[in-house]
């Protein structure tokens, strides 16, 4: 709990700090604002709170102040704290669907938690990074608010990203590499009910799919790898390794109908590419080579040609059913 406690005044702190940047900036001239509260000019109060003006003229400082034409044709003087940006005034909160967001602390709502990257592929060497990727589902009052919810959390510092569940079946229905590993990683660290229905059905999001979504997105970052190869002479040799690695994990998935996220079979020969070892020359004959064996396991898989989308439907369907039953049940 008192974690928890500490947890929250720390987001609370990290919004105020926002808002006070967001204070801090200048506004451009041209701006519609609104007066925040009565203006005195001289021993006259000239102007309510929300006065509606534009700003004609910018200070050079945090000391000076902005020159504010009014609706009227009366201009007045204003320090930034005394004034609101008209736009922002008119969407309230939903400006900043963030702040409503950390209110809530959604990272709480992770229904599956597992560990992808280096440490899953089996490439990992000391001092690796651990990256934790997964999937959280909000309560349905969240999920149906004005504010809606975000497709994804995520923190830079911890290396974690967890997707909303609909963002996360979207994805894997489209073969994206990074979803689908989160489905076969071996390393699982959470798994709730719902996670774990997802996972006994993960077979539906392998289809022929897997070969153009691959097989394409290999084809165009090799293009831009020797791109900047031709202009500064140097190779991204760890984006390099990744991309073969993509195309063995892909003929694999044609060939067995899984998704093999450990490599160690081939760490030596990886990690030379990772190390620049191999040279560019021998690591796009490798890749071409395996763009070959992709196309044969593509003309024979036993894959379907889509992914299942109605069973990818229900899941989803079902999930939100839960997590009402789960409100309702408190």
Known sequence: MQNEGHQRRWRSF??????????????????QVVVRKAI????????????????????????HA?????VDGSEISLHRHHFS??????????????????????DQYVIYRCVVGSQAYGLNREGSDVDRRGIYIPPAELEWSIYGVPEQIESHESEECYWELKKFLVLALKANPNILECLFTPMIE??????????????IFLSKLVYQTYNGYVMSQFKRLEQ??????????????????LLLQGISVLTEAYVPVRVSEHREMLLAVRDGVRGWDEVNAWRLSLHKEFESAFR??????????VEANRLLVWARRKMVEVKLGS
């Open 66 to 70: 902005y020159r504010v034409r009014l």
């Open 300 to 309: 024979s898989t036993r894959l379907p040609e889509s992914p299942d989308y």
């Open 14 to 31: 990290q919004l105020h700090e926002k808002n006070k940047l967001s204070a801090s900036l200048i506004v451009p001239i041209g701006t």
């Open 228 to 245: 900047d190869l031709r202009a500064t002479g140097e190779v991204k040799w760890k984006h390099a390794m990744h991309l073969i690695r």
């Open 85 to 106: 940006i008209l736009k922002q005034v008119k969407t309230g909160p939903l400006v900043d669907s963030q702040a409503a967001h950390a209110e809530h602390e959604l």
């Open 40 to 63: 005195t000019v001289g021993l006259t109060e000239a102007n309510s709170q929300g006065a509606v003006g534009e700003i004609l003229s910018y200070p050079a400082d945090a000391q």
């Open 190 to 203: 959470q798994s709730s009910e719902i996670a774990d229905a997802i996972l006994a059905k993960r077979h």
